[in-house]
Nanobody, 127 residues
Framework: QVQLLESGGGAVKAGGSLRLSCAFS????????MGWFRQAPGKERDIGAA????????YYIESVKGRFTISRDNDENMVYLQMNSLKPEDTAVYYC????????????????????WGRGTQVTVSS
């Protein structure tokens, strides 16, 4: 059974940086595409960034392009989200998600496409 454990959230001022980590266990990590979703207060959970199985393909929502970087280490079974130039609107609970792939080289953008989820880590950005 796949387990995902996020860490690295916290409270920062606008312009600051955080690095989120997600530890994957219970499966063969390079058989999974990964994603970072976020849910702001009173809003639905949406994709923030996604990455394919080998890290060669990535996706970012427009509002985080140039500020966030998703990466993965298949030797360490980890996925990361480096967040720079944080803004108050980035405040949300951030969730790590995994989806097993079958001969697929792509990333996935929709919540329903992911089968495994972490419990989330809170990121709060103050102005």
């Amino acid at each position: 059974q796949v387990q995902l454990l996020e860490s690295g959230g916290g409270a920062v001022k606008a312009g600051g940086s955080l690095r989120l980590s997600c530890a994957f266990s219970g499966g063969t990590f390079n058989n999974y595409a990964m994603g970072w979703f976020r849910q702001a207060p009173g809003k639905e959970r949406d994709i923030g960034a996604a990455i394919n199985w080998d890290g060669e393909k990535t996706y970012y929502i427009e509002s985080v392009k140039g500020r966030f970087t998703i990466s993965r280490d298949n030797d360490e079974n980890m996925v990361y989200l480096q967040m720079n130039s944080l803004k108050p609107e980035d405040t949300a609970v951030y969730y790590c998600a995994a989806r097993m792939i079958y001969n697929s080289d792509t990333y996935y953008l929709n919540e329903y496409e992911y089968t495994d989820w972490g419990r989330g880590t809170q990121v709060t950005v103050s102005s």
